[in-house]
């Protein structure tokens, strides 16, 4: 990448990125090219129908407050019967496509969800605010930092409501938390531990093979590098691939990340990133660590990431304790984070499952139960498509949270780094690591500088 083109980007991205808090927003974005009645469905299209694009396509269409009009997939056989599905949910029959790029040329479509793999959440986005559309994107918003700036800047131009898939910020107990962190009852926080400590197992990738039938490769490797087809490299195995994604900490750890940065108050990027990790498990074939620390210094405060996929005595919470009156088991909990307060600790858990205050003798002082806010999330976008108010997780928000995974991912994969991090520029002095900044997208599917 250009050094003055990195350069030029990082001082015109910086300024915003230290100014971006979270929680919903009032400032009110331009209209859209069709308006939506506060009694309109809202007319949404689905990109990537694996599991999540699924599931979350459904809970837009459960919602009654929006209808699928299109259901598209690089590869036909994900998309399957899933048109058929939605029609016996919706009572309205949704085009199956494979380009996205036909979904954007439609003037019906208000918005759309991005449910595809992380490398193509940054060029999808850009192309919908382009078209016009609003678009919920999942977590991770961006690929890297660059491509990140670029969405947002895509958002602004064209006054587009861009929410991130953290629905954390829309958890009225995630609220509570940051409230009773922001009163100051914990006193000063020195120290936050954000765990993402999971089980599994070797990864295998098989030799190159035949493209299946029904699969359009080039449309699914899109701004990646171009490679004869592969399984490992596709469904499930993309995952394990920086080419494609961030690792588990891109993946899954983001949500604990923007949690933990919510509940103190959306702070401003870390001045320095330690990094270390790799494959210590598992000397496998994968290029994503399965093993990750990561150490952010701000002022007055360090906060550290911990991440491991070969520990299965870690838990995720059941659905008990995410839609129900208890905690998770805070010890063994695979996605908690930890407040160190001078006057107590905060335990918190992401996606329903709680917070709690304990001080000496193991005393419980405060804390409330949780519950999942998917639903709530999805409103709070649907309502902003037809209020033109920013969301809970708008994207500048997102990509704020997004920088805590890149930096963890680049001084990883530069074989472990302390980087200095510029809080004009956000650059690091590290070339090697600057380098990463930004990747080489593949024509025809590069934003461009000038979205």
Not at 98 to 105: E, H, L
Not at 273 to 291: H, I, K
Not at 391 to 397: G, S
Request: proline share 6%; with cysteine; aromatic share 10%.
């Amino acid at each position: 990448m250009d050094g003055m083109t990195r350069r030029g980007f990082i001082s015109k991205s910086a300024k915003s990125m230290l100014t971006v808090v979270g929680g919903v927003a009032v400032a009110a974005l331009p209209g859209k090219a069709r308006a939506v009645s506060a009694n309109d469905r809202v007319v949404m299209a689905v990109i990537g129908v694996g599991g999540r694009g699924r599931d979350v396509s459904r809970q837009f269409v459960n919602s009654k407050g929006a209808v699928m009009a299109y259901v598209c997939d690089a590869d036909e056989k994900r998309i399957g019967s899933y048109p058929d599905q939605l029609e016996r949910l919706q009572k309205r029959a949704p085009k199956a496509v494979q380009d996205m790029r036909r979904v954007f040329d439609d003037k019906e479509v208000d918005a759309v969800l991005v449910s595809t793999c992380d490398h193509w959440h940054g060029l999808a986005t850009v192309w919908a605010c382009q078209a016009g559309k609003d678009v919920y994107v999942e977590k991770p918003p961006c690929h890297n930092l660059w491509e990140g700036r670029k969405m947002v800047e895509a958002a602004r131009k064209y006054g587009r409501v861009v929410q991130c898939g953290l629905q954390n910020r829309s958890a009225a107990y995630a609220l509570a938390a940051r409230e009773y962190l922001q009163s100051g009852k914990l006193g000063d926080i020195p120290l936050v531990k954000v765990y993402n400590m999971k089980g599994g197992g070797p990864f295998t990738c098989p030799p190159d093979s035949p493209k299946p039938d029904g699969v359009d490769y080039d449309l699914y490797l899109g701004p990646a590098p171009s490679r004869p087809f592969n399984e490992g490299h596709f469904h499930g195995g993309w995952k394990m691939w920086w080419a494609y994604g961030g690792g588990d900490m891109g993946d899954d750890g983001i949500h604990q990340l923007d949690l933990a940065r919510f509940a103190l108050g959306d702070p401003p990027p870390p001045k320095v990133v330690t990094a270390s990790g790799g494959r210590l498990a598992f000397p496998d074939d994968r290029e994503v660590p399965d093993t990750q620390t990561v150490t952010f210094e701000y002022e007055r405060r360090i906060m550290t990431f911990e991440l491991t996929q070969y520990s299965p005595y870690m838990i995720k919470a059941d659905d008990d304790v995410r839609n129900g009156d208890k905690y998770p088991f805070w010890p063994t909990n695979a996605t908690r984070i930890e407040f160190y307060g001078t006057r107590g600790l905060m335990y918190l858990g992401r996606h329903g499952c709680g917070w709690q205050v304990i001080r000496e003798n193991g005393e419980v002082v405060d804390g409330g139960y949780g519950r999942q806010a998917n639903d709530e999330h999805r409103a709070n976008f649907l309502d902003c498509v037809r209020t033109r108010n920013k969301p809970a997780a708008d994207i500048e928000t997102g990509v704020a949270s997004n920088l805590l995974v890149h930096y963890g991912n680049m001084g990883v994969r530069v074989g472990g780094r302390r980087m200095a991090v510029d809080p004009q520029t956000l650059q690091t002095a590290d070339s090697e690591v600057d380098a990463l900044f930004k990747r080489e997208y593949r024509e025809p599917f590069a934003i461009p500088e000038q979205v």
